[in-house]
Nanobody, 123 residues
């Protein structure tokens, strides 16, 4: 069973940037490289929103329309790590961000979740 741990959240000003990381443990590099991965978020008082996904090799990436052109998902399978570069952040993107196994697209099932990292966008 893969364990996921997010990091990199914090306070950013509107228009600013943050880079989230998600380290997978409990699996080998070979196993991690078999998983599609994704980022989802939950804003205060709202439901879970799928943000972005990536296939197992990192060849194909997918984004919610709201973040397309501003966020970039990537992965380093040699480090069992998933990333989310977030630029031009907006206050409404304040949320708890989770990485997950699976869920490369909104139609795909999500498996394991991390505990999340808080992103606050405020001046």
């Amino acid at each position: 069973q893969v364990q996921l741990a997010e990091s990199g959240g914090g306070l950013a000003q509107p228009g600013g940037s943050l880079r989230l990381s998600c380290e997978a443990s409990g699996v080998t590099e070979a196993t991690f490289s078999m998983y599609a991965m994704s980022w989802v978020r939950q804003a205060p008082g709202k439901g879970i929103e799928w943000v972005s996904g990536i296939d197992s090799e990192g060849s194909n990436t997918y984004y919610a329309e709201s973040v397309k052109g501003r966020f970039t998902i990537s992965r380093d399978n040699t480090k069992n790590t998933l990333y989310l570069q977030m630029n031009s952040l907006k206050p409404e993107e304040t949320a708890l961000y989770f990485c997950a196994s699976g869920g490369a697209t909104p139609a795909d099932n999500i498996g394991s979740w991390g505990p999340g990292t808080q992103v606050t966008v405020s001046s």
